[in-house]
């Protein structure tokens, strides 16, 4: 990193921080600074630009905070890997789309697919008696051979038990769902909060115990309004961010 590529105008009523924030950004997302690239030390950044510890610590704090940045202890602060940007909570759309879109290449894993009786929690979100049979199915999705989010899905076995025999690692179950009509997703309810990452997130996406995990919680409904799918999604909250368009009416 060039400092002298920043431009600090202390002339402006704009926080020094704010442009040193903006500018150490700018560099990230033209490429300037790669992912993995180390930024200077906070001394040498204040001496190049002429500028407090505080504002040069404020910026990179706020870059680390909002995962452009991330430290290493004795070793520096370096460029993060870009996050995958979700916009799925606004659309219907296979995981294949999303990440192709994003010019990386999914891949599905299958971990487990059984026939299962369905537990209080998802019998409600199915709209099913306690106990009814469901498919259940466990999946571990990747972009660039990174795994990124794991999904149990739950879905009424009578009404699905045709796609017991489908690969899914290959096809999209949206794809499959939408071959009959009673079936076929056509709204979903989802529900997003903030958990901590537990035993299974690290031993399936490689990451730590007691990181930020995005639970999702998805009902999808077929035409009629009625369930036909239950998933539990856990995403990586290094590596994904939810995109949202909000409108005032």
């Known amino acids: 990193m060039n400092c002298h590529d920043i431009l600090i105008d202390k002339s402006i009523p ?12 700018n560099m990230i997302q033209n490429g ?4 993995g690239a180390m930024l200077p030390r906070e001394q040498d950044i204040c001496q ?19 995962g452009w940045l991330y430290r290493v202890k004795s070793k520096g602060t370096f460029v993060s890997r870009p996050k995958i940007t979700q916009d799925f909570i606004k659309k219907l759309e296979p995981f294949d789309v999303q990440i192709a879109r994003e010019n990386m290449v999914p891949k599905t894993r299958l971990i487990d697919l059984k026939v299962v009786k369905a537990t209080a929690e998802i ?19 990747f972009a660039d051979d990174e795994a990124i989010v794991t999904i149990k899905t739950y879905l009424p076995y009578t009404a699905c038990k045709f796609i017991m025999d489908r690969d899914f690692e290959q096809e999209s179950l949206y794809h499959m769902l939408s071959e009959r009509e009673e079936t076929k997703v056509c709204m979903a309810h989802r529900v997003i909060e903030a958990v901590e990452a537990v035993k299974e997130d690290a031993k399936y996406m490689n990451i730590r115990v007691g990181k930020a995990i995005q639970l999702t919680k998805t009902v999808g409904y077929n035409s009629e309004s009625r369930p036909v799918e239950y998933s539990i999604a856990r995403y990586r909250g290094d590596r994904n961010s939810f995109d949202v368009n909000i409108y005032v009416e």
């Open 14 to 25: 704009v926080p020094l921080y704010y442009q040193l924030k903006a500018g150490i950004l």
């Open 48 to 66: 190049e630009l002429d500028i407090s510890r505080t504002t040069v610590r404020q910026a990179i704090t706020e870059l680390v905070h909002e």
């Open 123 to 141: 019998a409600n979100s199915l709209e099913l008696i306690e106990g009814t049979r469901v498919i259940y199915m466990y999946r571990q999705r």
């Open 32 to 35: 300037t600074l790669p992912t």
